[in-house]
């Protein structure tokens, strides 16, 4: 099977494929829920902080990228319904057959969109336990023709 979501929806799964265990090293910076917390930016002190507050924010940005390598984003402008409806639109999208998805199983990193569950299932050897949709959307905008409105 092609996606994590086929595969769990399955009915036919009762453990987790070999193909998806990661060996742990025990020499890696493990992350303490109990003690650490996701990075949050304020989006608005880029835009309307004085320049020692952007200067600030980016810093905090960079750090959050190295550490991390994603942060949250709160005050970003982007109203609750465009929110909730890119959810929307984007469950719709992976509720598409697999054949539907296919279509976007981009044979190129920089595809435009791309669909699949690893970067390389014929090369990775450990597979992440996700399904993803990567879409550009700058400078041009790109979306799928399927679902219908997203």
């Known amino acids: ?15 987790v494929p070999s193909k998806y265990f990661f060996e742990k090293d025990l020499n890696d910076d493990c992350i303490n829920s109990e003690a650490e917390t996701i990075p949050i930016i304020d989006f608005s002190m880029l835009t309307s902080g004085s320049p020692e507050q952007r200067y600030k924010t980016i810093q905090a940005i960079g750090n959050a990228c190295l550490k991390w390598g994603f942060f949250e984003v709160i005050n970003h402008g982007v109203p609750n319904t465009l929110r909730d409806e890119m959810i929307r639109a984007s469950e719709s999208f992976f509720d598409l057959s697999d054949e539907q998805k296919r279509e976007y199983a981009g044979k190129k990193l920089f595809d435009p969109i791309r669909w699949g569950t690893s970067f390389n299932v014929n090369v990775d ?24 409105g997203f």
């Open 1 to 15: 099977m092609f996606c994590v979501k086929g595969l769990s929806e399955s009915g036919r799964l009762t453990s």
């Open 125 to 148: 050897k450990t597979l992440f336990w996700r399904d993803y949709l990567k879409i550009h959307v700058h400078p041009q905008f790109n979306a799928p023709q399927n679902p219908l």
